[in-house]
């Protein structure tokens, strides 16, 4: 059973930083995307970043790339997604998640797993 456990979200000012953490257990696939999903107040869930197991290739939406950096310790099992120059645009509950398409996470709909971890809450104040 795969579990994903998230750490590391808080309230912070706008323009500061934060880095999340997504420890991963029991994935077996060969090969995979591992990132974050994030679901504001009122709105949809929508994929923020990905890396990829294989080659560590990466995705990231357009409202944060530039600013967001993600990374994996394979010795850890973890997976970190950097937060730079927060805007309170990004003030949302960010999910863990692993999927076998980098689709997913650039829209839902093409999700073919559904593995969650619990989410962290992010707060940029402005």
């Known amino acids: 059973e795969v579990q994903l456990v998230e750490s590391g979200g808080g309230l912070v000012q706008a323009g500061g930083s934060l880095r999340l953490s997504c420890a991963a257990s029991g994935v077996t696939f060969d090969d995979y995307y591992i990132g974050w999903f994030r679901q504001a107040p009122g709105k949809e869930r929508e994929g923020v970043s990905c890396i990829s197991s294989s080659d560590g290739s990466t995705y990231y939406a357009d409202s944060v790339q530039g600013r967001f950096t993600i990374s994996s310790d394979h010795a850890k099992n973890t997976v970190y997604l950097q937060m730079n120059s927060l805007k309170p645009e990004d003030t949302a509950v960010y999910y863990c998640?692993?999927?076998?398409?980098?689709?997913?996470?650039?829209?839902?709909?093409?999700?073919?797993?559904?593995?969650w971890g619990q989410g962290t809450l992010v707060t940029v104040s402005s």
């Open positions: 998640a692993v999927d076998l398409r980098v689709a997913a996470f650039v829209d839902l709909r093409y999700r073919s797993l559904e593995v």
